[in-house]
């Protein structure tokens, strides 16, 4: 299953983490390309820096190709420390019918649609994550065997 992973940039570490976890335990294809940025303690807006426009406007590009190309949207919440990406993130996942997981406590409205699957917390076992998973990839229909 291909897994876009939506968090705050200063919970990438976090979401690394969990990342290496799927690919390991459920053989998932992670296509969060923000989890490869080189320089991972550099948060620019958090800085109070603005990077150049078109800098933003190619990495957001990129994160709405990886959202598109993806299954299922799982995002970590619990924090206060982003500037909203996650959130772009998480509505755009809504906005193409896909499925997603809040992996954290609910925050706001839009995190109880009916769309959203709910994970308690981050420390919620993996197991449960695992099953929400699992019960998302029965649905999603199988490609036909291509015809040689």
Request: glycine fraction near 8%.
């Given at each position: 299953?291909?897994?876009?992973?939506?968090?705050s940039y200063?919970?990438?570490?976090?979401?690394?983490?969990?990342?290496?976890?799927l690919?390991?335990?459920r053989?998932?294809?992670?296509?969060?390309?923000?989890?490869?940025?080189?320089?991972?303690?550099a948060?620019?807006?958090a800085?109070?820096?603005?990077p150049?426009?078109h800098?933003?406007?190619?990495?957001?590009?990129r994160?709405?190709?990886?959202?598109?190309?993806a299954d299922?949207?799982?995002m970590?919440?619990?924090?206060?420390?982003?500037?909203?990406?996650?959130?772009?993130?998480?509505?755009?996942?809504?906005?193409?019918?896909?499925?997603?997981?809040?992996?954290?406590p609910?925050?706001?409205?839009?995190?109880?649609?009916?769309?959203?699957?709910?994970v308690?917390?981050?420390n919620t076992?993996?197991?449960?994550l695992?099953?929400?998973?699992?019960?998302?990839?029965?649905?999603?229909?199988?490609?036909?065997?291509?015809e040689e």
């Open positions: 299953m291909k897994i876009y992973i939506a968090a200063p919970r990438q570490a976090e979401a690394i983490k969990l990342a290496y976890k690919m390991k335990h053989g998932d294809v992670i296509t969060s390309g923000w989890l490869e940025q080189e320089d991972k303690n948060n620019p807006c800085e109070g820096r603005t150049p426009v800098e933003q406007r190619n990495k957001a590009e994160d709405l190709g990886h959202i598109e190309i299922v949207l799982i970590i919440t619990g924090d206060n420390l982003s500037g909203g990406g996650r959130r772009t993130e998480y509505g755009f996942a809504l906005g193409l019918r896909k499925p997603v997981i809040i992996y954290g609910k925050e706001i409205i839009f995190d109880s649609v009916d769309a959203a699957r709910h308690d917390d981050i076992p993996f197991t449960h695992c099953k929400q998973l699992k019960t998302i990839e029965e649905k999603i229909p199988q490609a036909a065997p291509e």
